[in-house]
T-cell receptor
Framework: AQSVTQLGSHVSVSEGALVLLRCNYS??????LFWYVQYPNQGLQLLLK??????LVKGINGFEAEFKKSETSFHLTKPSAHMSDAAEYFC??????????????FGQGTILTVHP | DAMVIQNPRYQVTQFGKPVTLSCSQT?????MYWYQQKSSQAPKLLFH???????NEADTPDNFQSRRPNTSFCFLDIRSPGLGDAAMYLC????????????FGPGTRLTVL
């Protein structure tokens, strides 16, 4: 069964600093991977997705993620944090060849705080 | 803009009083999902529809029901809400294809008094 681990339930950075949110998956075959962002009292918004094309994926709001098969990781980064990046971030996965109407497996989420 | 709409955004009900949450979509996606999300937790899938086919998660309580009268609309019915059902309820949609993402609505925050 697929599982996703997000290391660090809370990450705090200063404005302008590098953002790094960690996500590791467990799968013998590279799955489809997603990063979603959730602002307070809002739904989830897709930041980016990996679907076996380029291993470095660029998303919205200056975020990007790199798929590393050898490390079974899909960490999310942004070179310079902005106050508006403060939110909760979820990594999610479903297996390749699986139907896209199947069950997304979510990580537990990482709350990002940005200090002035 | 094509989107997923949820109404109401905030719903207050009384313990045991049935409540219905609504979701509509203009994306023409054939799959619609309902998730329950409690504070500081990941969304938990309750059930989903693939066209008219209903798929219930094994651990979804019988208290939760759903209807999908047409492609655009999907409803979540909570027959007898308990205090433990207070949560954010998220509707999502997707188009069936390899690697396609789910699109989420803004959610309905349910309070049970």
């Amino acid at each position: 069964a697929q599982s996703v681990t997000q290391l660090g339930s809370h990450v705090s950075v200063s404005e302008g600093a590098l953002v790094l949110l960690r996500c590791n998956y467990s799968s013998s075959v590279p799955p489809y991977l997603f990063w979603y962002v959730q602002y307070p009292n809002q739904g989830l918004q897709l930041l980016l997705k990996y679907t076996s094309a380029a291993t470095l994926v660029k998303g919205i709001n200056g975020f990007e993620a790199e798929f590393k098969k050898s490390e079974t990781s899909f960490h999310l980064t942004k070179p310079s944090a902005h106050m508006s990046d403060a939110a909760e971030y979820f990594c999610a996965v479903y297996p390749p060849g699986g139907t896209s109407y199947g069950k997304l497996t979510f990580g537990q989420g990482t709350i990002l705080t940005v200090h002035p | 803009d094509a989107m997923v709409i949820q109404n109401p955004r905030y719903q207050v009900t009384q313990f045991g009083k049935p409540v219905t949450l609504s979701c509509s979509q203009t994306l023409n996606h054939n799959v619609m999902y309902w998730y329950q999300q409690k504070s500081s937790q990941a969304p938990k899938l309750l059930f989903h529809y693939y066209d008219k086919d209903f798929n219930n998660e094994a651990d979804t309580p019988d208290n939760f029901q759903s209807r999908r009268p047409n492609t655009s609309f999907c409803f979540l019915d909570i027959r007898s809400p308990g205090l433990g059902d207070a949560a954010m309820y998220l509707c999502a949609t997707s188009r069936v294809a390899e690697g396609n993402e789910q699109f989420f609505g803004p959610g309905t925050r349910l309070t049970v008094l």
